[in-house]
T-cell receptor, first 113, second 114 residues
């Protein structure tokens, strides 16, 4: 069965500093990988996705992620964090014949002044 | 386009009561999903549908039933609510599965069962 691990429950980053959120997946076939963001009281919004091709994927709001098959990872990065980036971030993998997604438990990002 | 809408936004139930959550999408998507979100647990799939008239169980289906009588609507029912069903429920839809396709999420329904 597929699984997604986000090792960090909370991360605090200073505004303007760089950010990396970790995601590791377990899936036997070619994964379809996603990062979503959830602001307080809101639904989830897609940041970026990987399904083939270039392993460095660009997303919205200045985020990028790199797929590393050898490490089963899909880490999310941003060079300079803004206070508005404070939110919960979820990594997800497409599985089960690609009809469903399995989500990680999320990483809460706090941005300090 | 309204996207994915959920009704109601908030609800408080007593143990044993029943209710139905409605999800509607106006994007002509084939696939629809119901998730629950609990602190520290991420999103867990309850049931999903790959087309009108179809439903399938997800990771945590017990205590819930669903119906997809119309393509644009996906209903989640709780026949006899329990405190363990206190959660935030999200509906999502996607054109045809998740092969590189984004799931579009509704704003959520916050349910409290006393």
């Amino acid at each position: 069965a597929q699984s997604v691990t986000q090792p960090d429950i909370h991360i605090t980053v200073s505004e303007g500093a760089s950010l990396e959120l970790r995601c590791n997946y377990s899936y036997g076939a070619t994964p379809y990988l996603f990062w979503y963001v959830q602001s307080p009281g809101q639904g989830l919004q897609l940041l970026l996705k990987y399904f083939s091709g270039d392993t460095l994927v660009q997303g919205i709001k200045g985020f990028e992620a790199e797929f590393k098959r050898s490490q089963s990872s899909f880490n999310l990065r941003k060079p300079s964090v803004h206070w508005s980036d404070a939110a919960e971030y979820f990594c997800a993998v497409g599985a089960g014949g690609y009809s469903t997604l399995t989500f990680g438990k999320g990483t809460m990002l706090l941005v300090s002044p | 386009n309204a996207g994915v809408t959920q009704t109601p936004k908030f609800r408080v139930l007593k143990t044993g009561q029943s209710m139905t959550l409605l999800c509607a999408q106006d994007m002509n998507h084939e696939y629809m999903y119901w998730y629950r979100q609990d602190p520290g647990m991420g999103l867990r799939l309850i049931h999903y549908s790959v087309g009108e008239g179809t439903t399938a169980k997800g990771e945590v289906p017990d205590g819930y039933n669903v119906s997809r009588l119309k393509k644009q609507n996906f209903l989640l029912g709780l026949e006899s609510a329990a405190p363990s069903q206190t959660s935030v429920y999200f509906c999502a839809s996607t054109p045809e599965g998740v092969r590189g396709n984004e799931q579009f999420f509704g704003p959520g329904t916050r349910l409290t069962v006393l």
